[in-house]
């Protein structure tokens, strides 16, 4: 990782859930002077107490790395509100339905934010029988591709997962308004509503 918990993340969690330094510790099986060392950054938590820790606190293990609470304001459930990530050292692509910590391979992975599709990311949406045919004007080599191609509604995200030197194209069944995203390695994020 490259972070590791700071004692103010730890004070902060602990009062927001009412707990003394004593209560703490007694939950996860340490004592309070423990408690007390990592709060006033004279000492760390051992590794084998981050997830007793985390669950003590309330919160994820990336979260109390992170120091950041992931409140989720997606009620609605609206897939609308769907985030994508994708990691720079494997390509994992990951798809969220509300605010996440996400990582991979150690690094804390941001949401990627969609732009709209230029010349050189051009969309062509086709019929074919009951479904879209959805082609990318678009290199498709080993250094160079489009990822993924991904229509997302309020209720469904249909993702297909592309690869290099395959085919920028897929077929889809639209149902009803959304967003169509395209991935591209080196561009990044791109959304156009259909």
């Known amino acids: 990782m490259n972070t590791y918990i700071t004692g103010s993340v730890i004070k902060k969690l602990r009062e927001k859930r009412g707990f003394t330094q004593l209560q703490l510790a ?56 769907s985030k994508f990530y994708a990691c720079p050292v494997c390509g994992n692509i990951i798809c969220s339905t509300g605010e996440a910590v996400i990582s991979c391979h150690g690094i804390s992975l941001p949401p990627l934010e969609a732009e709209e599709p230029d010349a050189e990311h051009t969309i062509s949406i086709e019929n074919v029988e009951d479904e879209k045919f959805i082609t990318v004007n678009h ?17 469904k995200v249909n993702f297909v997962k592309l690869y290099p030197e395959g085919n920028a194209e897929t ?24």
């Open 171 to 194: 077929r889809i069944h639209f149902r009803g308004r959304g967003y169509l995203y395209i991935y591209c390695n080196r561009h990044g994020l791109m959304r156009t509503r259909v």
């Open 26 to 81: 007694e939950n996860i099986g340490v004592t309070a002077k423990a408690v007390s060392k990592w709060e006033t950054a004279k000492g760390l938590p051992d590794i084998s107490l981050i997830e007793p820790l985390s669950r003590a606190l309330g919160v994820s293990v990336m979260e109390l790395m992170s120091g950041e609470t992931v409140v989720n304001r997606n009620y609605s459930s609206n897939i609308l509100f």
């Open 139 to 155: 290199e498709m080599s080993k250094n160079h591709f489009i990822s993924f191609i991904a229509y997302v509604t309020t209720d």
